[in-house]
């Protein structure tokens, strides 16, 4: 009989922080599917079944709201004719029902050796999930396979944070391969593991090491540490036992150029690994915010990759069909090489064309707005920036203190159109304002919040980076909490200087985000702006229209929301 359904839903089990889970696919937001609470000891296998019954129910029924639609994985199929297909070709013999699951994924703690920035472990800084282990494995896996559960030669594939660090692992990985399961270790390679290489030799391991840089300033940018030159080290070792180890490289703003690129197929090739894996940038695919340069980067890594004996692999089944198709302008194309990068540089040279013209257009509505007709003509024809008078001059010939309004106006033209020397003015006058702690701890500052550090009513807000007084760059973090309601939303969420560098963000429900700003140069200030397109009400803020709330140090954080997880 075909039913909706997928192998996720039919076969697999993610354990997850506090909860099981079907799945760990995103599905826009909708997905990391939960089966039922889950504090460890032994598997409540009455509720697993009563929960795959009732979700595979409302998958295929039509009025019925299930998290599972609109996913790519849902298809429409005989599932017990194929599952009895794929055991068979695993070589399993089935008498009556078949195991419960064929694959489990480790997914129940969140501790890592590394802050990648693009993770669930750094992005829930200041959650109940941020580093952290919900309990003990050993046991589970004993009940497990003394009632038969999981498969015979059944897959296991540990995810989370980083493996190797856990104090069952050793153990358990050992246990699991002697009875000849087959394992999938995520691991950072930052420390060494005896049980990873030999799992590795043994043909039942496979290593996955996601490096996502090719040059030791890009990693450290991208990991959170500088462990560039360990972690190579690490993966050569493993990659020269001659088992399955692989690298990949999570593609995104930040680490796709062409450079980057060709390095870490330089340092693939030095280090002997056979296979790469590519894979977007979850977030990005969600907030729709994968560029030109991220897709050609795509087809570049391919190319580059093959040139060297290198076998690529792509991460499909992450990337929307929009995005998929965008690789396959640069990846599957009949076009030769050299045309399809042809084809990505008139691209860019397009999108700097848009820009400047965009520019202008901006300085030509604001001269117009002045009533200076004649000045708005002339920036339409060019984008010379000079015959018009900078709000510097508006605050230089000021006797007394600006009031809230005017200091507010200033900020709004400073991110609008950024000038230095202005920005130093402002940030002297925001450091004036601010409390003595965060002037000390060397705190972003913020301003245009609420009392309680909300934006509201659709005013913007505004952060300030002061490192007028630093020696070199530093990491400079803000956690932004979104309380809108799925059916009040999306709210959009933008951050931007006015230098073409922002951030966007969208929030589809209560969420609390961590962004990492853009950098600020020693001794230069930045200012960004944030603002969100629309507003909306809670009952717990009064009457305001909120937009997002806003800290600038972890320790503040007061909401705690139990946000999904990364298998």
């Not at 605050?395 to 230095?420: H, R, V």
């Not at 309680?452 to 807000?461: R, S, V, Y």
């Given at each position: 009989m075909e039913y909706k359904s997928c192998e996720w839903i039919e076969s697999r089990l993610v354990l997850a922080i506090d909860e099981l889970r079907f799945c760990c696919i995103d599905n826009q937001g909708k997905g990391y599917v939960p089966m039922c609470d889950f504090k460890g000891g032994k598997l409540p296998v009455d509720e697993i079944l009563e929960a795959r019954r009732k979700l595979t129910e409302a998958n295929n029924d039509e009025k019925a709201d299930s998290p599972c639609k609109g996913c790519h994985f849902l298809v429409e199929k005989d599932w017990k004719a194929e599952r009895e297909k794929k055991l068979a070709e695993k070589g399993v013999e089935v008498n009556g029902d078949p195991p419960l699951f064929d694959e489990v994924y480790v997914s129940h703690y969140s501790i890592c050796n590394l802050v990648c920035r693009y993770c669930f472990v750094f992005q829930t800084e200041g959650t109940d999930l941020h580093a952290q282990v919900a309990y003990d494995l050993l046991p589970i896996f004993e009940d497990i396979i003394a009632n038969g559960y999981l498969r015979e030669n059944g897959y296991i594939e540990w995810g989370g944070g980083e493996p190797t660090i856990l104090k069952e692992f050793a153990e358990l990985e050992q246990m699991l391969l002697k009875r000849g399961y087959h394992q999938q270790v995520h691991t950072s390679a930052v420390r060494y593991s005896k049980e990873v290489e030999d799992g590795l030799r043994s043909g039942h391991v496979q290593g996955l090491t996601s490096v996502d840089a090719g040059d030791r300033e890009t990693y450290k940018e991208t990991k959170g540490r500088d462990r560039f030159d360990a972690v190579w080290e690490n993966v050569a070792r493993y990659a020269r036992t001659g088992g399955n180890m692989k690298v990949k490289y999570i593609l995104r703003n930040g680490n796709s150029d062409p450079e980057n690129v060709r390095r870490f197929i330089a340092k693939c090739k030095e280090s002997d690994v056979k296979t790469i894996v590519l894979s977007p940038d979850f977030d990005e695919i969600t907030q729709r915010t994968v560029t030109e340069e991220t897709i050609f980067a795509f087809g570049l890594m391919v190319h580059e990759a093959k040139k060297n004996g290198i076998v690529p692999e792509i991460s499909a089944a992450y990337l929307n069909e929009e995005d998929m198709e965008a690789v396959h302008r640069y990846v599957g194309s009949r076009l030769t090489w050299p045309l399809r990068r042809l084809r990505y540089f008139l691209h860019r040279r397009n999108v700097a064309a848009r820009e400047a013209r965009r520019e202008r257009e901006v300085l030509a509505r604001r001269e117009r707005n002045r009533g200076r007709t004649r000045e708005a003509i002339e920036w339409t024809k060019n984008a010379t920036r000079s015959g018009w008078i900078h709000p510097?001059?508006?605050?230089?010939?000021?006797?007394?203190?600006?009031?809230?309004?005017?200091?507010?106006?200033?900020?709004?033209?400073?991110?609008?159109?950024?000038?230095?020397?202005?920005?130093?003015?402002?940030?002297?006058?925001?450091?004036?304002?601010?409390?003595?702690?965060?002037?000390?701890?060397?705190?972003?500052?913020?301003?245009?919040?609420?009392?309680?550090?909300?934006?509201?009513?659709?005013?913007?807000?505004?952060?300030?980076?002061?490192?007028e007084n630093a020696d070199e760059p530093r990491?400079?973090?803000?956690?932004?909490?979104?309380?809108?309601?799925?059916?009040?939303?999306?709210?959009?969420?933008?951050?931007?200087?006015?230098?073409?560098?922002?951030?966007?963000?969208?929030?589809?429900?209560?969420?609390?985000?961590?962004?990492?700003?853009?950098?600020?140069?020693?001794?230069?200030?930045?200012?960004?702006?944030?603002?969100?397109?629309?507003?909306?009400?809670?009952?717990?803020?009064?009457?305001?229209?909120?937009?997002?709330?806003?800290?600038?140090?972890?320790?503040?954080?007061?909401?705690?929301?139990?946000?999904?997880?990364?298998?």
């Open positions: 510097f001059q508006v605050l230089a010939g000021k006797g007394e203190p600006l009031d809230d309004d005017e200091f507010l106006e200033l900020l709004e033209y400073q991110t609008a159109d950024p000038d230095p020397e202005l920005g130093a003015q402002l940030t002297a006058i925001a450091r004036a304002r601010s409390p003595q702690g965060a002037v000390r701890a060397r705190e972003a500052m913020t301003v245009g919040l609420s009392f309680d550090g909300w934006t509201c009513d659709g005013k913007p807000a505004y952060v300030i980076v002061d490192e990491d400079r973090d803000i956690w932004v909490y979104c309380s809108v309601k799925p059916e009040d939303g999306p709210v959009r969420m933008t951050i931007a200087d006015g230098t073409g560098e922002e951030i966007a963000y969208r929030f589809d429900e209560p969420e609390l985000r961590r962004i990492r700003l853009p950098k600020c140069e020693p001794g230069r200030t930045r200012i960004f702006a944030v603002t969100t397109d629309k507003t909306y009400a809670d009952e717990n803020c009064g009457e305001r229209e909120l937009g997002v709330k806003i800290e600038t140090n972890v320790k503040r954080v007061s909401y705690r929301p139990a946000l999904p997880s990364v298998a």
